[in-house]
């Protein structure tokens, strides 16, 4: 594809225009702009030249016989202008080159979309820019006013099917035509604020922000059909062919599991590809070219690959799709599943499907990169197995029915002879019947983090060493506890009438020992019964959730199941979207220790997200009486009052943020947004330059600033402040809304207004005067359609 020019990539490359002229011509300031016809001044003959007009020059952006729009600077030497004046044009095109050569770095060469590292970059970017909001903590603020990010984004790829083929029968020059037509039926397919790009070979992928999930799997059932129904012709002998494509998409941050989130933005971009690609490969496994989503993996996508002695099962889920040791699924016959064909009878086919019909449940044993071994807990009817084929279903913790007495009562096997352990299963059942007479008890788990990584054990090497860790808690502790296996790197502990307290320093010792004769690093969990409102099923989820809390820690890993446990799991909770349950937890954790500050910002950020002001600013208050210098519940306390109208309130709380640290930029933006809706234009310019000069606020304060100066009537300025903001976020909704605003009335090309105005709406589409901005420029370009759309979304 031929690469070109057009006016939305003098917006985008607004800095690179202006750095080469400035090279060339001194001036002050400068602007774009894009008329709906060329000022007739422009005009010598029939040629299109530079303007000189005493210390301003309008330069006509002209590229390939083609007329862009118009580069005007001002502050100019005239005298200096009048002896460029030949030159201009030259030097122009020069500068436009450097335009189209920077746009070439950044995009692929046959299909005109992103290339894959300007991909990578952008989610870099969006990863980064939203990370302080996917864990709450005491930094964590509930304003979402001066948010830009929505906390959450969509990767997408799709791959067509034997591309490879029609490469080999018909040439790659055939082939890049339909890979470069493809790419542009995947581009008018895509809402206005998601990005496209060509990754490596045949991969297309889509960056689309602020998508939920349900609109994710209707772009990509919409891409699926479309592409499906697409057919080329090649034009040599006319044969015609059609595509099929794969699709897999996941989510961020709502895919990214536990410690995945303390990776570098750097590496969870790259993460959250890895698992679109997951989604891909499965996408593609399916023989269907369904769409799949990254969660619906572990969900609906495990298979038994293989079926091995001693009721282990080999299946498809490994660490690259999340799997992880202790995870329950159902098992669903490979034939009897709901989804069968017709039964059949001889001389009719009657309507109809086989019952779908579940075999009995797996739990995870040992997770492997690709594939997991898996123990059967227990099968429906024993006489009817399980086979190579048959479909997994994930189930939640509490949804096993390994409690059910039909289950538990059976029979149960002795202890492995070599560890001393009894499986997973019998462990439960054993477990089942003590607690019932156990007025308290703790519950244990002891997480092998790298086993056999120093001895480079292996195999049998590794139960050796389960079974030497297992001798050392049975001389630590008497009488010995109920032990088992939770999973291959993980053991459970039962300790009947005791609680962590009196376990917690014999466990330490014992951890100590293990990381020093034995070189292994260890986790440790502690959970107690009675616990708040817990019953006793649930400590042994309880004891799971500090497990992952241990991981967190530094050594020695242990963690009791506490307040910091139920925020640490909340936080989980909130980071992958669930406010509600996260608000639970919260609430737990607050029940544990009404001292826990964290837990309280945080609940109290859940309750502002979801409209409770009220409740919101009473836990915030409470924070700042117990904490006098907590800038974040200082300044989240304001918000809550501006929410709630009471400005003055707010302005005092900011200041007060300002007196704990002068330079928190978002105090001085908001007081700057107080100022200038009472009209105090001063002061409110002198607060957004305060922070424009701080880290936080540099990105920011442009924004404000152009708003400020287009209120004053201060075009020209309102335009550098904006190219600015633009500079800083290219996917600044106020800032585009506030352009597209800004050439709509200066006469632009009506085009360019619209088109900023589409991506300002579909950015921020709960801003209701976006839609009333974009429904005035389809008044001015007579859609009449469109604009009773815009105004009913507005007022909708």
Known sequence: MKPRLDKSDLILFESVLKDSLSTVISFSAYSLYFPQEIPSIMYHGRDIVPVVEK???????????????????RGTDPERMQALALDLPGIISLCLDKVLLQKQCITDSITGLYNQEKFHQLLEKAVEDIQASLTLGPAASMDSGLDRYSA????????????????????????????????EHVRKELPEQAVSARLCNDTLAVFWPQAPAARCRELSENLRSRISSLVFEYPVSGEKISLSAGIGWSLFPQDIKGPQFQKSPFELAHLVCRKAEEALNVSKENHSSKAFAFSQILQHGGVVLEVLPLNRLVINLGKNMDALEGQKFMVWSQKFNGHSQSIKKAGHSPS??????????????????????AEILYLNDPAWKI???????????????????????????????????????????????????????????????????????????????VQEIIRLVD???????????????????????????????????LLDEVKSRLHVSASLALADFPCLSYSKTDTLENCRKALEHARLTTPPRMACFDSLTLTVSAD???????????????????AADENNLLARNSLAICYARLGRLELARQHFQEITDRDSENLMAWYNLGCVCLKQGDSQEAANLFAKCLEIDSSHAFSLLRLGQL??????????????????????????????????????????????????????????????????????????????????????VALRPDVSEFWLDLADIFKARDKSEQEAQARARAHG
């Open 55 to 73: 210390d301003r020059v309008l330069l006509p952006l002209m590229y390939d016989g083609r007329f862009l729009g118009i580069f005007m600077a």
């Open 675 to 760: 100022a200038e809706n009472s009209a105090d234009f001063e002061k409110a310019a002198r607060c957004y330059q305060e922070a424009g000069q701080t880290r936080d606020g540099a990105g920011l304060a442009p924004r404000h600033l152009a708003r400020l100066a287009w209120k004053q009537d201060q075009k020209e300025q309102s335009r550098e402040f904006l190219h600015q903001a633009l500079l800083q976020d290219p996917r600044d909704a106020f800032s585009l809304n506030l352009m597209a605003r800004m050439y709509l009335q200066s006469g632009d090309d009506p085009e360019i207004a619209e088109s900023l105005a589409r991506q300002s």
């Open 572 to 590: 989980s909770l909130f980071s992958q979207g669930d406010t509600f349950a996260a608000l639970e937890e919260y609430k737990q954790a607050l």
């Open 152 to 183: 959450t984004f969509c990767v997408m790829l799709i791959n067509p099917d034997r591309f490879k083929r029609i490469n080999e029968t018909f040439g790659y020059a055939f082939g890049d035509q339909v890979l470069y037509e493809l790419a």
């Open 352 to 373: 109809g499907t086989y019952p779908a019909i579940h075999k009995g449940e797996i739990t995870i044993q040992e997770v492997q990169e690709e594939v997991s071994i």
């Open 475 to 509: 001389r630590k502790f008497s009488p010995q506890p109920l032990s088992g296996r939770y999973s291959s790197t993980c053991m459970v502990f039962y300790f009947s009438g005791q609680n962590s307290q009196n376990l917690k320093e014999p466990w330490i010792h």
């Open 387 to 465: 086979d190579s084929g048959d479909k997994l279903s994930l189930l939640a913790e509490k949804e096993s029915l390994l409690e059910k007495q039909d289950v538990l009562s059976k029979e149960v096997q002795p202890r492995d002879l070599f560890t001393g352990l009894y499986s997973y299963r019998d462990f439960l059942s054993l477990w089942t019947r003590a607690r019932i007479q156990d007025e308290c008890f703790c519950m244990a788990m002891l997480k092998l983090e790298y086993p056999g990584k120093d001895s480079q054990s292996k195999g049998i090497d590794g139960e050796n060493l």
